[in-house]
Every structure is written in C-alpha cells, then in structure tokens.
C-alpha cells in the first residue's frame, strides 16, 4: 500500500543477490534492485551485511519512513 500510495514501483519478493557465476550471495524479504535498496526480516539478518558489503541500501521493516525517502531519491 505503502509503493502504490508514494508512486513507487512493487518489489520483488524473495530477492536472491547472485554473484557473477550465478551463485546466492543471499537473500532479502523485498529488493528494489535497480535502485540497490533491500528490507530484511529477522530471519534473513545475516544476509543484511552482504547486501551492505555490495553498496547496497538496507532497511528493516519498521523503517518505513527511511525506506520510503531513500527510494525516492533514487
């Protein structure tokens, strides 16, 4: 509700980061990936740092607020 109210294109659910052999890196529970924006949930914390490590924009679920502002700006 919250993309369609702010003009915000859907994510993926279940976003799987590949490496260039095509490999899971990990996982996150939403991914915009053309902005490199990511919200994870408890049980994929740890997957939370590779994103990072890969210059990616990484949010919680409660951080709606941030995460609305940071896809807008990309």
Known sequence: IACAENS???PT???ELLDEFGNILGMA??????KK?????EDLILDKSIFHEQ???T??????????????ES
């Open 29 to 34: 529970e939403l991914a915009w990936e053309d």
């Open 55 to 57: 210059s990616w924009k």
């Open 8 to 10: 915000i294109e859907i």
């Open 59 to 72: 949010f919680s679920p409660y951080d709606v607020e941030e995460l609305l502002s940071a896809l807008k």
């Open 37 to 41: 924006t990511a919200v994870f949930t």
């Open 13 to 15: 659910v279940g976003y």
